[in-house]
């Protein structure tokens, strides 16, 4: 069972920075798409970054040009580094990881880590 282990959340102010570590039980070369997904307080779950095994990487709109997702496969680690941090990106941060086969689509996510930005 593959398992996402979420780390490097907390308070920080306006403007500041934080970054987010997940540690998978397996290489992270391993996945089709892995990536973070956030979740704010009576909202959904929404997309931010993710990076495939390509390394083809995408960006949520809302964090283009703050965020920066990476991945070591030698630490089976993927960061989110994110700068410029606004109230808005107050949100319970979860990785996510996704394997693709002929049987079907595994979606793999780890307890989340909180960030809150303060004003």
């Known amino acids: 069972q593959v398992q996402l282990v979420e780390s490097g959340g907390g308070l920080v102010q306006v403007g500041g920075s934080l970054r987010l570590s997940c540690a998978a039980s397996?290489?992270?070369?391993?996945?089709?798409?892995i990536g973070w997904h956030r979740q704010a307080p009576g909202k959904q779950r929404e997309f931010v970054a993710t990076?495939?095994?390509?390394?083809?990487?995408n960006y949520a709109d809302s964090v283009k040009g703050r965020f920066t997702i990476s991945r070591d496969n030698a630490k089976n680690t993927v960061y989110l580094q994110m700068n410029s941090l606004k109230p808005e990106d107050t949100a319970v941060y979860y990785c996510?990881?996704?394997?693709?086969?002929?049987?079907?689509?595994?979606?793999?996510w780890g307890q989340g880590t909180q960030v809150t930005v303060s004003s």
């Open positions: 990076i495939t095994m390509g390394g083809s990487i």
């Open positions: 397996e290489s992270t070369s391993s996945f089709h798409v």
């Open positions: 996510n990881a996704n394997k693709y086969s002929e049987i079907g689509h595994y979606a793999y």
